[in-house]
């Protein structure tokens, strides 16, 4: 006779518990996939941004800090001169001339964009069906047209000879205008460059802002007219604080944009006449590539990032401390 000194497993419950333990282990490696996947969808973009953005941006401030011509390009040479370039630049009278000709370029283009696309965006708001989506339409197709493209197209429209813009002034009794150099000034360039430019953008900002008018419940609406408000009113105390946020964020992206527009500038006329309707980017690249100072090009690119940091954060600060205001 023999005694039992062990108590025998009881099968369910030792199972459950293998089970569990079982089933413990491999929990941990999914939480922890779990907790990586975002990182790791990130990870595309991020390496993206890195490659294609990060090295020549430290390239160009590498760049920056070289005495860098022709002769040191064919002789490939490295030769270091500290902070001359910058000096050089902060120095000169032409490159604050620019520095405020770009801030009022900018503001000037935003004031136009942001007011012409939130009266389009009411617009498309108001209509109907059909034509809401003839004009979306329409939208659309200046949106996506190239901007070499679209700027080519400017520069026939506004050709002194042969352009639509003089031969309608010329019938419509402006007779003067018959041949009219837009490109022969400062403020006829800047004219055909701003009036390009809003053309442009505001295709970007009417449908953003329509979008944003879609989120609306129209029962404040109803709420509003049974109140006695008129059109303005309704405007003020029930579209404007919804469409708020989204004029913060589309007004943050047109200065980014607007600030950095080469292509529109340097394709109409090379910043001419006699350089006078260069902004920063323009004149970075004249100044760089054209007359083969790299490295002067390089500092004058690094200042104005420098410069279109400081405008954001200023225009982020403005937008944070309305919103604390607000609360």
């Known amino acids: 006779m023999t005694v ?31 907790a990586l996947a975002p990182y ?8 993206a941004t890195v490659v294609f953005l990060g ?9 920056s800090f070289q005495n860098l011509n022709m002769r040191q390009v064919i002789l490939h040479l490295t030769e270091w001169n500290g902070f001359d370039n910058y000096k050089e630049v902060l120095s000169s009278e032409d490159f604050w001339r620019v520095t405020g000709r770009s801030i009022a370029f900018t503001a000037i283009n935003v004031v136009l964009i942001m007011v012409l696309g939130t009266l389009i965006g ?22 996506a047209m190239p901007v070499v493209a679209s700027t080519t197209v400017y520069q026939w429209l506004f050709a002194q000879r042969y352009g639509v813009v003089n031969w309608v002034l010329a019938k419509a ?86 600030f950095k527009a080469f292509v529109q500038v340097y394709t109409i006329n090379q910043g001419g006449p006699d350089r006078l309707t260069e902004i920063l980017p323009v004149y970075a690249y004249i100044e760089g590539a054209g007359n083969q ?17 400081l405008l954001t954060a200023y225009h982020l600060r403005i937008v944070l401390k309305q919103e604390e205001d607000e609360l």
Do not use: C
């Open 55 to 63: 090295w020549p941006l430290v390239n160009n401030g590498i760049l």
């Open 173 to 258: 009794g402006w007779s003067s205008m018959a041949d009219y150099d837009w490109m022969g000034g400062q403020y006829s360039t800047f004219f055909v460059i701003i009036t390009l430019i809003v053309w442009q953008s505001i295709p970007f900002v009417a449908i953003n802002l329509y979008a944003a008018t879609t989120t609306i419940p129209k029962e404040l609406y109803e709420a509003a007219s049974l109140d006695g408000a008129n059109a303005w009113k309704q405007f003020t105390s029930v579209t404007l604080p919804f469409m708020r946020p989204f004029l913060y964020a589309t007004t943050f992206l047109e200065v980014i944009w607007v």
């Open 40 to 47: 790791l969808l990130l990870l595309p973009a991020v390496a």
């Open 293 to 309: 100072h790299y490295g002067m090009g390089s500092a004058i690119a690094m200042l104005t990032i420098v410069i279109l940091l």
């Open 122 to 143: 009411l617009l498309l708001a108001r209509l109907g069906s059909k034509m809401r989506v003839l004009l979306l339409f329409g939208l659309v197709l200046a949106w």
């Open 4 to 34: 039992q000194t062990e108590r025998p497993p009881s099968g369910p419950t030792d199972v459950a518990k293998s089970d569990g333990g079982n089933s413990q282990g491999p929990r941990r490696p999914r939480a922890r996939a779990g």
